[in-house]
C-alpha cells in the first residue's frame, strides 16, 4: 500500500517521497516492526511454496509414461513441460491461449530443425502500440532420440483433427479412447484441466513429499539455467519476467548447490 500510494503521488508530481522522506520514518519503522512481528509469527516461511522437479524427477515421469506420446494424456502433458520448458511459460493461463500458428519450424545453418514460439500479450506484456518483445527469441531444438521434442510436437499435430492440424487452440479436449488416429476433440481444453497437469503428473508418477503445481515446471526451468551457469539477465530473457529482482521467486538452490 505505501508503495502504490507513493508512486501515485509520484505520478502527481508530488515534491516529497512517503518512502524515502526522513518525514516519513516514523510510519516505515511502523511498517518494519509489523514486519518483524509476523515473521516471528510463522509468516512468510511459505512452507506451501510449489517446488522444482529433481532430475529424478524427470526420469521418473518418462519412465513411467507420463511423459512421452503413449496415449492422448500423456502426449498433451508432454507438450505442455516441453513448452514450459523451452519457451518459459506460465503454468495455465499463457497455454490456454495459445495457438497453433503461434508456432513456426525453421532449420538452423548446421541443418537442425528448431520451432519458435510468438507468443501472445501477457500479463508483463500486455501488446498494443507498445508490445515488449522477449530480449531473445527461445527456440526448441530437435535432439535426437524418442524424447526429440519437435518429433513430439509434429506427432501432437498428427494426432489432432486433420482441420486444425495447422491452426485452432493448441490444447484440444482429449478423445479418452480413441478408434483412429485423431486423438483430440474440436473443442478447446479448459483451463483447469490445463492447471491440474502437473498434480497428476506427480499422483500418476508416484511422486511424493513436495508440493507439485504447475508453477514447479517453471521453477525446473529456472533451476536447470542457473546450473548451466547462465546470468540472471539471460534466464529473464527466457522467462521474459521484466527484471532480474522478479527471480526472487526461484531462487530455491538444486541439492548440488546445498
Request: glycine residues 6%; contains cysteine; proline residues 3%.
Amino acid at each position: 500500500m505505501l508503495a502504490s500510494l507513493d508512486r501515485h503521488l509520484r505520478e502527481k508530481d508530488a515534491a516529497f517521497s512517503i518512502a524515502k522522506d526522513i518525514e516519513f520514518s516514523n510510519s516505515r519503522k511502523v511498517l518494519e516492526g509489523k514486519a518483524r512481528l509476523l515473521r516471528q509469527e510463522g509468516f512468510g516461511k511459505r512452507p506451501n511454496a510449489a517446488k522444482a522437479l529433481t532430475s529424478q524427477d524427470e526420469e521418473l515421469l518418462w519412465s513411467k509414461g507420463v511423459l512421452g506420446s503413449h496415449s492422448p494424456q500423456s502426449l498433451i502433458q508432454t507438450m505442455w513441460f516441453l513448452l514450459t520448458q523451452h519457451f518459459g511459460l506460465r503454468g495455465c493461463q499463457e497455454h490456454h491461449d495459445m495457438y497453433v500458428e503461434d508456432f513456426a519450424f525453421s532449420t538452423d545453418d548446421n541443418g537442425i530443425e528448431f520451432l519458435t514460439y510468438e507468443e501472445n500479450p501477457t500479463k508483463t506484456r500486455q501488446g498494443g502500440l507498445r508490445k515488449k518483445r522477449r530480449v531473445v527469441q527461445p527456440k526448441m531444438f530437435a535432439t535426437v532420440g524418442q524424447r526429440c521434442p519437435v518429433k513430439l510436437f509434429k506427432t501432437f499435430l498428427k494426432r489432432r483433427p486433420e482441420e486444425m492440424r495447422n491452426s485452432g487452440p493448441f490444447y484440444l479436449a482429449l478423445n479418452e479412447r480413441p478408434k483412429t488416429q485423431v486423438w483430440y476433440k474440436r473443442q478447446r481444453m479448459g483451463v483447469n484441466s490445463i492447471n491440474s497437469f502437473m498434480k497428476n503428473m506427480a499422483s500418476q508418477a508416484d511422486i511424493q513429499g513436495k508440493k507439485l503445481t504447475n508453477h514447479s515446471a517453471r521453477k525446473t526451468l529456472v533451476k536447470k539455467l542457473k546450473a548451466a551457469n547462465q546470468p540472471r539477465s539471460a534466464i529473464i530473457g527466457v522467462t521474459g519476467h521484466t527484471n532480474e529482482r522478479s527471480l526472487a521467486d526461484y531462487e530455491e538452490g538444486d541439492e548440488k548447490e546445498q
